[in-house]
């Protein structure tokens, strides 16, 4: 019997695998790819890029690793992410433990008794079972791709693409006529380069969002050895900061300055900042009359980048800028200036069926060669719920969560003790810098295990009364900002049928770690402990 078993092998379960090994954890790793990267292995579309900066969104644990990377852009591509971690699992060996081309599809718990200790009956794709004392799911957030029920799907002629499930080898689109549903962020990212390429672009949108430049570069050498010198001084302002990034917070509110200060500052960072545009402000995200301000910058922006005003005003959400997230793009909005694009209104008059020669909209047909779906994620609980997880007594994880989840901390979920979750539902998770965050979760989960091993305790599990609280807590939290009341994908509005509620944890990274400790210091307060020796629960062992 294993030690650990950890699921996925992207940020979180590369991180694991090294951690748990490092601390003499026997740990083996399932991975459904043919190798590491996770959500920078499978999404491979035109563009695809990462929002944070890439000298942040990279590994802090191993200074040697630190200083021998060369990062080349700004904003690090997909194939430059996706080697960066491929590194890492070479440099530390981290492969030898992985069992790739493997998909988790059941978790079940079994219960100490005389002669085994509490465990987790792992069953994979092939039909094997493997056994570890504790399971670590480090499934991902953003790995369950959302493929519309759209009529007649099946029976499109041409060939059908979907952004998170994208082929390893090129795609041409040279000359076709290709149609593009969704302008989230990885539609954001996909169309102007499909556009460039393609015959025809047909954009297909149900709800515009904001997007701020990324003002992507390359690295110069210099720069990055500047860098490299502070990491240090960098790594300890990320965890300083709301969002895990070395930002300080700004100190004033939008409404206590003049008109023309407010817009110079807006100005200002929207071509240098990227997603922390949105914190130009102390107040943006937090209080809707200044949240107004930093929208209508934007929206005047789209007005101006956009040559036909119909074009533009289709282009312009109407929500508060944040609730949905925001997008960083390259030359989004000028694309709809291109003869070759066309946007198409799908928000009243919704997509009817796809037909073998294209997709219909009322009495129109849009005849098209491809379709690429950027229709995201089943975020956050859909890599979950999409396995047959069993706690004690046989209690199914998505019968549990059918009216929304709850996990304690985001860690750890009642009924299903020694079962941990990376970045889980109720962490910060997609609102700070992942990597960072994964570190952290890691980092606390080890630590945990440790403790148990040394006191010989068997089994942990969250108490049903702390992880209600910790839900109260996350809503309230989220009340609190202009995100709480919007329909996005953080609240699975997204995915029909499932239930409300917001997933990740708005309160920002140094409030929750500090939750984190003091859970830690108060005897891991809120779970229950169990030793080899007594089936009792004790909070306080």
């Known amino acids: ?39 920078w292995y499978w999404n491979r579309y035109p563009g695809c890029r990462c929002d944070i900066e890439s000298i942040y969104y990279s590994y802090q644990f191993d200074d040697d690793l630190q200083q021998e990377w060369e990062w080349t852009e700004r904003y690090a591509s997909q194939p430059e992410i996706l080697s960066y971690i491929r590194h890492v699992a070479e440099r530390f060996d981290l492969r030898r433990d992985i069992q790739f081309n493997t998909r988790v599809t059941a ?41 519309p029920d759209i009529p007649g799907r099946d029976a499109f002629a041409g060939d059908t693409y979907h952004t998170g499930q994208w082929p390893h080898e090129e795609v041409d689109f040279t000359g076709l006529k290709v149609a593009v549903i969704g302008t989230g962020s990885s539609g954001i990212q996909c169309i102007p380069l499909i556009a460039a390429q393609a ?7 149900r709800t515009p969002n904001y997007a701020v430049p990324a003002s992507n ?10 860098v490299k010198s502070r990491y240090g001084e960098i790594r300890a302002a990320s965890k300083k900061g709301f969002t895990a990034l070395p930002f300080k917070p700004a100190g004033r509110s ?18 240098n900042f990227g997603l922390a545009f949105q914190g130009a402000f102390a107040d943006v995200l937090f209080d809707a009359q200044a949240n107004r301000t930093a929208a209508e910058f934007v929206r005047r922006k789209i007005s101006d980048l956009v040559d036909d005003e119909k074009v533009a005003e289709l282009l312009t959400p109407d929500f508060p800028l944040g609730c949905k997230r925001m997008c960083v793009d390259t030359d989004y909005y000028p694309t709809y200036n291109r003869n070759n694009v066309t946007l198409v209104d799908i928000s009243r008059d919704p997509i009817d069926g796809i037909v ?63 079962l941990f979750m990376v970045n889980g539902p109720g962490s910060p998770s997609v609102l700070i810098n992942m990597v960072t965050g994964v570190e952290q979760h890691v980092d606390w989960i080890a630590d945990c295990l440790v403790h148990m091993r040394e006191r010989g305790l068997d089994a942990i599990e969250a ?22 009341d919007c329909a996005s994908w953080y609240t699975g509005a997204n995915i029909p049928g499932k239930p409300g509620g917001f997933l990740p944890y708005v309160g920002g990274f140094p409030a929750y770690v500090e939750q984190c400790e003091q859970v830690v210091e108060n005897g891991y307060a809120g779970f229950a402990l169990r030793s080899f020796r007594s089936p009792v629960l004790c909070g306080d062992a």
């Open 1 to 39: 019997m294993l030690d650990v078993i950890v699921v996925g092998a992207g940020f979180a379960g590369v991180y694991a695998l090294y951690k748990f090994r490092r601390l003499d954890f026997s740990v083996r790793a399932f991975e459904a790819g043919d190798d590491v990267g996770g959500t």
């Open 107 to 147: 978790a079940t718990f079994e219960e100490a008794t005389d002669r085994t200790p509490s465990h987790w009956t792992v069953t994979t794709d092939d039909g094997q079972t493997h056994r570890a004392r504790f399971c670590i799911m480090a499934s991902g957030v953003l790995s369950t791709p959302n493929l």
């Open 199 to 205: 015959g025809h672009v047909s954009v297909f949108q």
């Open 217 to 226: 570069r390359p690295l110069d050498p210099g720069e990055l050895d500047e």
């Open 254 to 271: 939008a409404l206590a300055v003049s008109d023309r200060e407010r817009e110079d500052v807006y100005e200002r960072w929207w071509g």
């Open 356 to 418: 073998p020669e294209g997709i219909r909209v009322g009495e129109t047909v849009h005849a098209v060669d491809a379709i690429v779906f950027a229709t995201g994620y089943d975020a956050i609980t859909g890599a979950l719920l999409a396995m047959d997880l069993r706690g004690r007594n046989g209690l199914l994880l998505r019968e549990k969560w059918t009216d929304g989840p709850r996990v304690y901390l985001g860690l750890a979920t009642h009924g299903f003790p020694n």
């Open 463 to 484: 108490e049903a009364q702390h992880e209600d609280a910790w839900a109260v807590h996350n809503d309230e939290v989220a009340q609190r900002s202009i995100r709480g």
